[in-house]
């Protein structure tokens, strides 16, 4: 029997004695097949055997790779940052500052693990895009470490969602460190001896539309991955669906970029951030989404959208040359 749910079409098999025979009942069925509770398979029960080997029994398979490619950005991003800033104010001025491992530099690595791991949720159809656009087909297979991203997109948004929610939670809760209030003191003191009035406001508006940025980003970063869940997803059509994941994803991205953008502002031309002669971390993050901005922003030319849009209708190179074949000859 075929359904329709969600503009996609299911079928629902029924086994071939269905209305004809009474149903089996329960203690029957599981005294031939054998009770989980009572130590699994009986040994009179074939069925359970062959059955039991297909059953799945890994817990939450499709969530390994994406995350341990969280764990490890966060590993990188963690050390690049203690690097940067607690062992060279250790070394250069002998300053301790191993009190902003739990929580500081922890702060500073979330956004950056949560903003790669948007980038490569959009990364892979651009590679996909190009793909298709190159082959003028879209009936050819791609490679299986593409099809395998691909079909990891979903964890992976669910876990910079998840990176973005505790990088907001670990804001909050920065102004509550002990070491925060001993530095705003520290800071007033400085202050005292020139009385007069404190404003940056080029700093001001900085911090403004850096916080409004990253408010809008972390909301539609929750659309997103409540139209990821199963009972929601199912209640949209395939339109409102692809809208919502790739439209509303890619503004998403790029409130994120703009968010980085507005912190960075003019850090990055700045030698004194340069600490080990290494850059500030939110330029390295740059990179991945600014090369998936730019190539979606491609894509949309005339040129390069049309020829696509024909590919994903079924349009193929081949059989266009096939047709200019006769009226050549």
Known sequence: MWTHLSGKLQVVPFPPHWGRTPPTPMPQVTGQLGSPLAGGARAGSPFLLHLWPAMPLHLLPGWKVPTLLALGLFVCFYGYNFIRDV???YVQENKNKFYKLPVSVVNTTLPCVAYMLLSLVYLPGVLAAALQLQRGTKYRRFPDWLDHWLQHRKQIGLLSF???VLHAL???CLPLRRSHRYDLVNL???????PGYLWDEEEVWRME?????GVLALGTLSLLAVTSLPSIANSLNWREFS????TLGFVALVLSTLHTLTYGWTR????????????PTFTLTLLVPCVVILAKG???????????????????KDESSSQMDPLIH
């Open 188 to 194: 007033a003191i400085k202050q005292m001896p020139p």
């Open 209 to 213: 539309i850096y916080l409004s940025l």
């Open 298 to 316: 491609l894509f949309l030319l005339p040129c390069f959208s049309r020829r696509l849009a024909k590919i994903r209708r079924g349009w193929e």
């Open 170 to 172: 670990y804001s909050f």
């Open 162 to 164: 998840f990176c973005a």
């Open 268 to 279: 990055a031309f700045e030698e004194s951030r340069y600490k080990f002669y290494l850059p």
């Open 243 to 246: 809208f919502v994941q790739s």
């Open 87 to 89: 062992l060279h104010p």
